[in-house]
């Protein structure tokens, strides 16, 4: 039981290495318009969002705030209706998931 225990502990820890990995990894995305750009980390968390067009820039900036917002908002819900799903089947409330 303390093998199992012990197991556990360390898979937590090696979860939130990996976690603490992915928040800093970041990545770009264009459109293939080139209209739009947004910078994301690994642990799915919108960064920056660049739009490039005519907009004066306190609607680029607006627009901007709202389609992080947005896009961080969507995120966050799917990550907690798999983890919401991984309750289900496993019966088990892993820390860290959410």
């Known amino acids: 039981m ?26 770009d995305i264009q459109s293939s318009d ?10 799915q968390e919108v960064q920056a969002i660049t739009v490039k067009d005519s907009l004066t820039e306190q609607d680029k900036a607006r627009l901007n705030a709202a389609l992080k917002d947005t896009f961080n908002r969507s995120i ?4 907690e209706i798999a983890a919401s799903k991984m309750r289900e089947v496993t019966g088990i409330n892993i820390p860290g998931l959410t």
């Open 2 to 27: 303390f093998d199992k225990m012990k197991g556990l502990f360390e898979m937590q820890k090696k979860m939130q290495e990996v976690k603490r990995v992915l928040e800093e990894t970041n990545f």
């Open 34 to 43: 080139g209209l739009v750009k947004i910078t994301m980390n690994g642990a």
């Open 76 to 79: 966050k819900r799917s990550q």
